[in-house]
């Protein structure tokens, strides 16, 4: 069973910075693709990054320059660095594991989610 826990939200400051973590259980970071995505009430769940198992790594652009995502194998962790946080930065963070099942000719993906983490910035 794979299971995700986050954990490095709370209230900032805008023009401050955050660490998110992510644990991870029942997967390998460092063989499956990983990130993180952002909500807020009354929209979709947004990318905000992503790290693939070979170490690529995708932002959205309206993070790019201001947050880093990365991973420690070691630890089956991920990070998110958020610097040059802006209110509209606030939101849910979710952490996301991508696992792949074969079925015959057909290959369906899994998405893994965490329960989430509240980021707010304050102005």
């Known amino acids: 069973q794979v299971m995700l826990a986050e954990s490095g939200g709370g209230l900032a400051q805008a023009g401050g910075s955050l660490n998110l973590s992510c644990v991870a259980s029942g997967i390998a970071f460092g063989a499956n693709d990983g990130g993180w995505y952002r909500q807020v009430p009354g929209k979709q769940r947004e990318l905000v990054a992503t790290?693939?198992?070979?170490?690529?790594?995708n932002y959205a652009d309206f993070v790019k320059g201001r947050f880093t995502i990365s991973r420690d194998n070691a630890r089956n962790t991920i990070f998110l660095q958020m610097n040059n946080l802006e209110t509209e930065d606030t939101a849910v963070y979710y952490c996301?594991?991508?696992?792949?099942?074969?079925?015959?000719?057909?290959?369906?993906?899994?998405?893994?989610w965490g329960q989430g983490t509240q980021v707010t910035v304050s102005s």
């Open positions: 790290i693939r198992y070979d170490g690529r790594l």
């Open positions: 996301n594991a991508v696992t792949w099942n074969n079925k015959g000719w057909t290959r369906y993906r899994n998405d893994h």
